[in-house]
């Protein structure tokens, strides 16, 4: 009895739950319910040419041929007032005949009985004020209910894949990876390291990379990060990304997805041709110089004592997308993917010089404008992994957490239990369990296909 209660613990929560609740169930039922959506908005754009024949009746201008005649196939439609109308209503104008009306002197006497009395009840209200305020503050917090804001929780959250490291059969893996990962799946891969966020562009009146438009706004509640900064992205756009772990230092904004872009809504298109978009859009938006430094407040005080500033990006510049990968089969998974994902990319980012910036404060002039020659050189930035995406290629943008992606960490999370003895600290990789798990369906592939593949023996040549 204890060891099944103990296996039972140790086990993952895909063999504990039923078949219903699992997470391949789970992914098809949501597919099925967005094709289901997407099946009925066509459905009722279609319908919509039902109504293109329908018409009032037959115009003035069209009832007239060539002769000007008119046209008797049709027949004639009389367009008259509802007044005729009006005699077959209930008169109720004797009710109204009925009530007397009442006097000036009556109705000035009730005026002031009702100011009178409006103030007896304004000076009662505010003897009753204190007691008020108190039962609002002895009312609970937790009663109130917090208003989601408006682009609270409007990101695609993926769940983390359920591995399980078990086989029921000598020849089908029950390992919790999906069984079309190879045909119905994208990669997105190296994710780098950073905060997920929302980037809102806004219209505005001015010019493209010189005025406030864009609003990076947190993941959860949908609060802004940062103050609007400028940006070469055209207005109502709006693109899921990820905020550089050291945007300061590299001024990278990791572009992950696409929602809406010029006002064009994205989000019901599938996962590849949305990939594609991103890719080919923002390698189109023009080639602005870097921002000034945000450290220029600090560089007087730091140059009177010798010491140069170190450059730092004031809001993000660079837009990155993050790589994607079509084929994924279980060769190119284990022997370039994986390995990918735990490498260190390398991205180049152009920052002003530091002669450049410094001749730049010595030329400026009295009314405080900085000469536009400025000297740019490239720095090349390491961006850490953080993990792998999983897509499924046939899925439309989904707000919110959604089994249609799945996310492969880098690192293990470790659960907060308060005890900090460190019991989760030899907790393995779950990018190193997929790997494991793949490895494993390429050998069962393997000896299956050399099973197959064994020249039949003959009893007659034996013999």
């Not at 004020?129 to 937790?142: C, F, S, T």
């Not at 991205?347 to 450049?356: E, G, M, N, R």
Request: proline share 8%.
């Amino acid at each position: 009895m204890f060891e099944e209660r103990k296996a039972s613990y140790k086990a993952p929560p895909a063999l504990i739950r039923d078949i219903s609740s699992s997470q391949a169930h789970r992914r098809t039922k949501a597919l099925e319910e967005q094709k289901r959506r997407r099946a009925e908005r066509f459905d009722s754009a279609r319908q919509l040419d039902l109504f293109a024949d329908l018409t009032l009746g037959a115009s003035e201008d069209e009832g007239v041929d060539e002769n000007d005649s008119l046209v008797q196939d049709e027949p004639e439609i009389l367009r008259e007032g509802v007044s005729q109308f009006a005699s077959m209503l209930q008169p109720s104008a004797n009710v109204s005949s009925e009530l007397p009306i009442p006097s000036e002197s009556a109705m000035s006497s009730s005026q002031n009985s009702d100011v009178q009395s409006w103030g007896n009840k304004r000076g009662k209200n505010k003897r009753k004020g204190k007691p008020r305020e108190a039962a609002a503050i002895a009312q609970p917090r937790g009663s109130a209910k917090k208003k989601q804001g408006k682009w609270a929780d409007k990101c695609m959250y993926a769940e983390l894949l359920e591995m399980v490291e078990e086989i029921h059969d000598a020849r089908i893996a029950r390992d919790g990876i999906p069984d079309n990962i190879e045909t119905g799946w994208v990669a997105v891969t190296p994710v780098p390291v950073g905060k997920r966020c929302l980037a809102v562009i806004h219209q505005t009146s001015g010019i493209a990379g010189v005025v406030p438009n864009l609003t990076l706004r947190s993941r959860v509640l949908g609060k802004p990060l940062m103050q609007p900064f400028p940006s070469p992205l055209p207005p109502e756009t709006i693109l899921d990304c990820i905020l550089d772990a050291n945007w300061r230092d590299n001024g990278i904004l990791h572009v992950l997805d696409v929602l809406k872009w010029k006002g064009q809504d994205i989000t019901e298109c599938e996962t590849l041709f949305r990939l594609w978009w991103r890719d080919t859009r923002l390698a189109e938006l023009p080639a602005f110089p870097p921002p000034p430094s945000a450290a220029n407040t600090n560089a007087q005080s730091s140059s009177c004592i010798g010491v140069q500033a170190h450059y730092q990006f004031p809001h993000p510049a660079s837009f990155v997308p993050v790589p994607y990968h079509t084929d994924t089969t279980l060769a190119h998974l284990a022997n370039d993917l994986i390995p990918l994902t735990r490498s260190v990319c390398s991205v180049t980012v152009a920052i002003p010089s530091q002669t450049s910036a410094h001749d730049a404060e010595a030329a400026m002039d009295l009314d405080g404008e900085v000469s536009s020659l400025v000297q740019l050189e490239t720095m090349v930035s390491q961006v850490q992994p953080d993990g792998m995406l999983l897509y499924v290629s046939q899925a439309t943008y989904e707000p919110g957490t959604t089994p249609l992606s799945s996310w492969i960490p880098l690192k293990a999370y470790e659960p907060n239990t308060g005890a900090g003895d460190g019991m989760q600290a030899d907790v393995e990789s779950p990018l190193a369990v997929f790997e494991r798990l793949i490895n494993k369906r390429l050998a069962l592939r393997l000896s299956v296909a050399a099973a197959n593949s064994l020249p039949e023996v003959s009893m007659d040549a034996i013999l």
